[in-house]
């Protein structure tokens, strides 16, 4: 990105690719139902997704996006959260 703007994209690309990392780990620290993990590495390959549609915009336009996609995708309360 130009003008000191933040690159969203690789900021999440580098949140997506540690929450697949540690996917196992935060699955078995949810003691509940067991897949946080997963729902997170969900939600934000879905950011990473919707913010690869949107490169070029603005980083407002950018995740005005993005909460559309996951209000749109989202199936966990985690990714719902997200989109607000």
Not at 7 to 24: E, P, R, T, V, Y
Not at 40 to 58: C, D, G, H, R, S
């Amino acid at each position: 990105m130009t003008n000191g703007q933040v690159d969203l994209l690789q900021l999440f690309q580098a949140a997506a690719g540690a929450l697949q990392q540690n996917q196992s780990a935060l699955n078995q620290a949810d003691t509940y139902n067991h897949d946080h993990g997963t729902n997170m590495v969900n939600t934000f390959n879905t950011i990473v997704q919707a913010l690869q549609q949107k490169q070029e915009a603005k980083p407002a336009t950018q995740l005005k996006y993005v909460s559309k996609q996951l209000e749109q995708n989202a199936t966990s309360g985690s990714g719902k959260m997200f989109a607000q």
